[in-house]
């Protein structure tokens, strides 16, 4: 049953949830918490952190854990190189990549919050984070926005003891030198721990881009055109995230988590275009130059209460304010050499949100953990945009006017984490959302909501008793929610095609789509991992996720649009089709003493090896090559 059908059988999912969570509250409250201690009866408890492996072994879900070990490991200076080396994770422009699938299909959390859009991994330097956390499918209690998995970065929480830390690095990239650092400033007073993190860096890049683009005019015929192009790319930024834990007992805690980041760019790009059959327009940007920069400011106040009886309750109230700012200069030529016109854009972003959210935990005798809670956000961007030719505007009545999208998403959830037998071992979850969306500019506001059900079940089966053999099974469902910015319904034109030419199906306008509804996806996971005793882990896995509504841009001829006086192709991004995606991933880690025949194992030598195979393909897309984008 799709969520539209479960809605129509419940007139109120997030209300069904809720009842849920009232009835499994009630079972808490009647459970009785163990007997105190005699006074008599002397205990002593001494405990050690889990490993990384150990961590893995025993969550309900199937996770991979990078320690602090780990991090520091390779002597990395931004996050980005720690990820490149995780199995099943790529990085594209600080942006991770789970199992394949694009960077909105994978969940980015630091400390369980979602990251702000715009934020590079890129701008994060290893000596703030504590572990990694890399989640195949989702849980009941985070976003269900976890197509691919979730990534969750964990900063490093306020230290016990005096910490002063400083480091400087030096690069040499794309003929010029660049430089970083970071350093750490932490202490404690009474109550009160703190540290004080501050990154500082600069990047820069080069590369030679050769595009060729082939296709049919219906009226000019084939078309064949190259473009060669030379692009430098250069910035830097910091990244400032102080962390306040004021510990006011064993069982009270309150945190408070500030992020401040600053990010610089700039992009210098020359293109020399040849046309190698047909005869349809060639206008490029011969020669553009932008620049801009991004910030953010960002604070999350965190309270945690433990109870005797083993139950827990967290907290959270968040806000965050981000803008982005962009200018860019470019010289227009016809392909022959001659000059058309001077293009200048200039354009800025601003987001506001707000979060909520609270999480109740407790034990039901030995066999049962139930946990509920709520998570509640609003969301606002507003973007405005100017683009001149020649001094002219190029969209009048489009140009300089703010446009404008609300999302509220409101969310209910409930899990049990079940110890069916000493062997088997399961995770039940629900989660229910709504998102209303308001989107606006010129012309009338548009309305859109969405509710999403998400059941969610994981089960595991130790093959042996010692627990070291673990075959891991799940059935889940996720989404995909729209950019806001795909929401908004401000054109903008191809500008190699004036507006009074008819531009050519590749090179279509764009326009949002204030209607767009949540990509819906059901997953099926099965894994099988086995643990060393000196550590080590192999793991041989495969999924399959089946994705409705795939949002995609869809090209049409639209014989009249306010921005051009002849017909125009124009792209939208619709919910278009079904498309799946399946994959087998493997993973072996460990000592040498332990992976090795006796006579080539060297001690004190770790070895890792990983490998992946993925394959998708999407509903109404001609073939072979209808595979999902990135």
């Not at 979730?150 to 430089?179: C, D, F, K, M, S």
Request: hydrophobic residues 35%; charged residues 20%.
């Amino acid at each position: 049953m799709n969520p539209v059908d479960a809605l129509r059988v419940c007139p109120s999912a997030l209300r069904c949830v809720a009842a849920a969570c009232a009835l499994l509250a009630l079972t808490s409250a009647r459970a009785q918490a163990p007997a105190p201690a005699p006074a008599d009866q002397k205990v002593e408890v001494s405990a050690q952190p889990l490993s990384d492996t150990e961590q893995r072994r025993r969550d309900p879900v199937a996770k991979t854990v990078v320690g602090r070990d780990e991090i520091e490991k390779y002597g990395d200076t931004n996050l980005s190189d720690v990820l490149k080396r995780l199995p099943g994770v790529n990085m594209s422009g600080g942006n991770p990549r789970l199992r394949g699938l694009g960077s909105g299909y994978t969940l980015v959390l630091v400390n369980g919050e979602p990251a702000p859009p715009g934020f590079s991994l890129d701008n994060l330097s290893p000596s703030q984070v504590e572990r990694i956390e890399i989640t195949r499918g989702p849980s009941a209690d985070q976003s269900a926005q976890a197509v691919a998995g979730t990534l969750n970065i964990i900063l490093r929480e306020a230290p016990r003891t005096r910490q002063r830390e400083l480091r400087v690095g030096t690069g040499y990239t794309a003929h010029r030198p660049t430089l970083s650092g970071n350093g750490q400033w932490g202490d404690r007073e009474g109550a009160l721990s703190y540290t004080l993190p501050l990154s500082i860096y600069q990047w820069r890049g080069q590369r030679d881009v050769l595009t060729e683009r082939t296709w049919t005019d219906p009226t000019l015929g084939a078309q064949q055109l190259r473009t060669p192009s030379d692009e430098s790319f250069w910035g830097g930024g910091f990244n400032f995230s102080p962390r306040f834990t004021w510990k006011f007992s064993e069982a009270d805690s309150l945190n408070l988590q500030v992020f401040s980041q600053r990010h610089n760019f700039n992009n210098r790009q020359v293109s020399d275009p040849q046309r190698l059959q047909g005869t349809a327009l060639v206008s490029v940007d011969d020669l553009q130059v932008n620049h801009g920069h991004w910030q953010m400011q960002r604070a999350n106040l965190q309270w945690q209460s433990k109870w005797s009886n083993g139950a827990r309750i967290d907290v959270k109230l968040g806000g965050q304010a981000s803008r982005s700012v962009f200018h860019a200069d470019s010289d227009v030529e016809d392909g022959l050499g001659n000059f058309l016109l001077a293009r200048s854009t200039q354009g800025e972003n601003r987001e506001l949100s707000q979060t909520t959210g609270g999480k109740f935990t407790k034990p039901l005798g030995d066999a049962h953990t139930l946990a509920l809670g709520w998570d509640v956000e609003h969301k606002r961007r507003r973007e405005s945009r100017t683009v001149l030719e020649n001094g002219i505007e190029q969209i009048a009545g489009f140009d300089g006017q703010p446009f404008d999208a609300d999302l509220v998403r409101t969310a209910l959830f409930v899990q049990d984490e079940w110890e069916i037998a000493p062997r088997w071992s399961t995770y039940l979850g629900l989660r229910a959302e709504r998102i209303a969306i308001t989107s606006g500019g010129v012309g009338a506001e548009v309305r859109n909501t969405s509710q999403v059900v998400t059941p969610i079940w994981h089960i595991n089966h130790k093959l042996t008793a010692a627990g070291r053999d673990l075959v891991r099974a799940s059935i889940t469902r996720s989404y995909k929610a729209p950019e806001l910015n795909q929401l908004l319904a401000r054109p903008t034109r191809n500008g190699n095609y004036p507006a009074n030419v008819s531009n050519v199906e590749i090179s279509p306008d764009y326009v949002g789509n204030p209607a767009l509804k949540p990509e819906l996806a059901t997953g099926l996971d099965l894994a099988f991992e086995k643990y060393l005793p000196q550590g080590g882990v192999l793991s041989v896995g495969g999924f399959h996720r089946r994705i409705n509504g795939l949002i995609r841009g869809q090209v049409t001829l639209v014989p009249s649009v306010p921005w051009a006086s002849v017909p125009r192709y124009v792209s939208m991004p619709v919910n278009l089709a079904q498309a799946r995606s399946t994959g087998i991933e493997t993973e072996l880690k460990g000592q040498a003493t332990e992976l090795l025949p006796a006579g080539l194992a060297v001690k004190g030598l770790s070895l890792r090896a990983s490998a992946s195979l993925y394959r998708s393909s999407v509903d109404g897309l001609p073939g072979p090559d209808n595979r999902l984008e990135q």
